[in-house]
């Protein structure tokens, strides 16, 4: 089991991107399927996420600006991220809680992150 991200790269402030996170292998249930970000310098933090019963949080800073969506089928979420910022700059991870098929109970599993450059 596995979560993996892809996307990112180097746009200009104001462009757009779009990050995809997929949850492959024996995977029993998605309890919550995400992206965190962490800049030089600071913290790792929670950017948006998608949870089992539909529902999704923001950040603050990305309100209005990303949108995350699920595929269900394919086991994905995709972020995508409008109006970009130099301060949005920062590699970014996907992160899901699945519960594999093993009998274990919900397991944290994080991507290797992928870097977003806003500049110029």
């Known amino acids: 089991v596995q979560a993996a991200g892809v996307g990112g790269g180097l746009v200009q402030p104001g462009g757009s991107l779009r990050l995809s996170c997929e949850a492959s292998?024996?995977?029993?249930?998605?309890?919550?399927m995400a992206w965190y970000r962490q800049a030089p310098g600071k913290q790792r933090e929670l950017v948006a996420e998608?949870?089992?019963?539909?529902?999704?949080n923001y950040v603050d800073s990305v309100k209005g600006r990303f949108t995350i969506s699920r595929e269900n089928v394919k086991n994905t979420v995709h972020l995508r991220m409008s109006s970009l910022k130099p301060e949005d700059t920062a590699v970014y991870y996907c992160?899901?809680?699945?519960?594999?098929?093993?009998?274990?109970?919900?397991?944290?599993?994080w991507g290797l992150g992928t870097q977003v450059t806003v500049s110029s």
């Open positions: 998608s949870t089992s019963d539909g529902s999704t």
């Open positions: 292998g024996g995977i029993l249930y998605i309890v919550k």
């Open positions: 992160y899901a809680v699945l519960t594999p098929r093993t009998g274990l109970g919900p397991q944290i599993y």
